[in-house]
């Protein structure tokens, strides 16, 4: 019964990771945190075995997702590049500081941050696209983002989110990039590559800092419940193809108000959980 829970949860977040290019993260740690909830673990735990194991299945989910949204065209490198180092290694040393953090503490603060997103996305400052859209190669940066320094800086913060909120990065990097004139589509595509580097340097802290503490619960590395990784990872691998599919499908206005209304639901409930 339980692998049939993690499958489904599998399916959802693979195609949330591919229809929004937030890995799955959204979906998968709430859901999770409701199942090991029920499974009866250790409380004080609950919300970092939802994070690591999110963020490791997100390495499955965002090579799936990547690999879609590169045959649309909508991966900008050169982005990728420069973000990915500070993604890697800010999701590593976020770990850590997850680990310091009691679950009561992270499921408000991950409460208050996918809102703050979500507000961010319906009403933050709609800067022009023309130099993303108008851009003939796919390796070409649009001229309104930030400097590579600025670049690589912005990637580290994400990165620390990252680990701490297990959502992939892609709740920051696209609304990161859609601030400085990126379309939807390349935004989410470039977010869902970004998502591959996160998702292995945060499993691999989520692993060490979780071993660390020695935690009692069966079946898991660290913070990585091992069963709630493989069956979910199945099911999003196919999945993600699926809603890299519709993304394409959808006007960029539309999905973007997609992705506000999914984070304003997570958030909320985070909240509801941690203030009860």
């Known amino acids: 019964m339980e692998l049939i829970i993690f499958l ?6 693979g195609f949330a990771a591919g229809l929004f290019g937030v890995g799955g993260g959204t979906i998968i740690v709430p859901l999770l945190f409701i199942v090991f909830t029920q499974m ?3 409380p004080d735990t609950i919300m970092h075995l939802a994070l690591g194991t999110s963020l490791a299945t997100i390495i499955v989910t965002s090579i799936s997702s990547l690999m879609a ?3 649309k ?5 050169p982005v990728f590049k420069n973000l990915a180092p500070g993604m890697a290694i800010g999701c590593f040393l976020g770990a850590g500081l997850a680990g310091q953090i009691s679950g009561l ?8 941050f996918l809102l703050w997103v979500a507000y961010k996305m319906f009403f933050g400052d709609k800067k022009p696209a023309t130099n993303a859209t108008n851009a003939t190669s796919l390796n070409t940066t649009p001229a309104l983002l930030p400097s ?8 580290g913060v994400i990165g620390i989110a990252s680990a701490i ?4 990065g892609g709740s920051l990097t696209v609304p990161y990039l859609t601030r400085y004139g990126v379309v939807m589509q390349k935004a989410v595509g ?4 970004c998502g591959l580097p996160i998702a292995i340097a945060g499993a691999l802290g989520f692993m060490f800092f979780g071993m660390q503490k020695q935690i009692d619960v069966p079946n898991t590395i660290g913070f990585i419940h091992i069963y709630a990784f493989l069956g979910i990872s199945v099911m999003s691998f196919f999945t993600a193809k699926l809603g890299a599919k519709v993304a394409h499908i959808l006007s960029p206005a539309r999905l973007k108000r997609c992705f506000a209304i999914l984070l304003t639901v997570v958030g909320c409930y985070f909240l509801y959980k941690g203030l009860k």
Do not use: E, R
């Open 190 to 193: 470039t977010s869902a590559a």
């Open 105 to 112: 503490h992270l499921q408000i603060i991950v409460g208050i």
């Open 148 to 155: 590579t320094p600025k670049q690589m800086v912005a990637g």
């Open 73 to 77: 065209g909508s991966v900008m490198w």
């Open 69 to 71: 949204h590169n045959k």
């Open 40 to 42: 009866g673990f250790d």
């Open 165 to 168: 909120f297990g959502i992939g």
């Open 8 to 13: 489904i949860i599998g399916a959802l977040a």
